[in-house]
């Protein structure tokens, strides 16, 4: 069974909502970009969806594992539409190919040209260590997502931690402090252990890989070169950990980071005992 809305606006263009559930495989998207600036475009030929898009508002599941998508394309076709993609079991590395077809209706003030079309997101431009990176990926009209529908993905879980580090944030800022209160509009705190500098929003992707980083240093699977910057490091390897990819492809992609970066003296783990451990992650 699928249902599939499509929908317009004259600010995020095309977007699209599906649940699908087909034999061993479920596939759900919310909001999902489709860089289309009108109908002609959408039912010219498959479209193809952005991977960056796909990777934070789309999710799968095979055998009600976590899978990954690849290669997705859409197409409308006399009020059907096609969805093609790969859909990759993340645990075995099994790919399959994944076909849809959905009736769905045109929305009435979409254009057939000249809509609005923004421009895919650059990887290589993201910056995962400045937290507007996640508002640009995620969508930075938070009083109106709600609305458009819930982040889907890998967003799901990054939006929960950004929503939990708020709520501990507002549970802070719920308590008396003492000494002076000034700052209502972001300026500095004065208490009485001294000034108090508000903590920047939380880099889930970031944090995830230093945590990495520190395990690694722990199980001793790195030697670090003197004075060498660990930050760094853990930023090389963020985009790798926040990419698409098996256990397998991300510890390989890791592995060239280590002994490539000026950071890493020697590295004593292989490629085959990290993919297990990125498994496990």
């Known amino acids: 069974m699928a ?12 977007e699209l909502d599906l649940a699908a ?17 009108g109908t002609i475009a959408l039912s010219a030929g498959p479209v193809a969806l952005d991977r ?7 999710s799968a599941t095979m055998d009600g594992e976590p899978a990954q998508l690849h290669g997705a394309t859409l197409q409308l076709v006399d009020g059907v539409l096609v969805l093609h993609t790969e859909v990759e079991d993340v645990e075995t590395g099994d790919v399959v190919d994944f076909d849809l077809r959905i009736p769905v209706s045109v929305p009435a003030d979409a254009p057939a040209s000249g809509g609005p079309l923004a421009p895919a997101l650059d990887e290589d431009e993201l910056d995962w260590a400045d937290e507007t990176t996640m508002e640009r990926v995620l969508g930075s009209d938070s009083e109106a997502a709600p609305a458009r529908g819930r982040a889907g993905g890998l967003a799901s879980l990054l939006q929960a931690i950004r929503t939990a580090g708020e ?14 209160e000034e700052g209502e509009d972001g300026d500095e705190f004065d208490t009485d252990d001294g000034p108090f500098d508000p903590a920047p929003a939380p880099n889930p992707i970031r944090d995830e890989s230093r ?37 397998e492809t991300k ?30 992650w």
């Open 211 to 247: 945590s990495l980083v520190d395990i690694m240093l722990k199980q001793e699977w790195l030697a670090i070169a003197e004075d060498a910057d660990v930050d760094a490091l853990a930023d090389a390897i963020a985009p790798v950990l926040g990419g698409r990819g098996s256990a």
């Open 52 to 58: 960056l898009d796909v990777l934070f508002k789309a």
């Open 21 to 37: 559930d087909e034999s061993s495989i479920s596939l759900r998207c919310d909001r999902l970009p489709v860089r289309v600036d």
């Open 167 to 180: 709520g501990e944030d507002e549970e802070a800022d719920g308590g008396e402090l003492d000494g002076d």
């Open 251 to 280: 510890a390989a992609r890791i592995g060239d980071v280590l002994l490539s970066h000026p950071a890493v003296d020697e590295v004593f783990v292989d490629d085959d005992a990290l993919a297990e451990f990125l498994e496990r």
């Open 3 to 14: 249902t599939a809305t499509l929908h317009f606006d004259r600010d995020h263009g095309f």
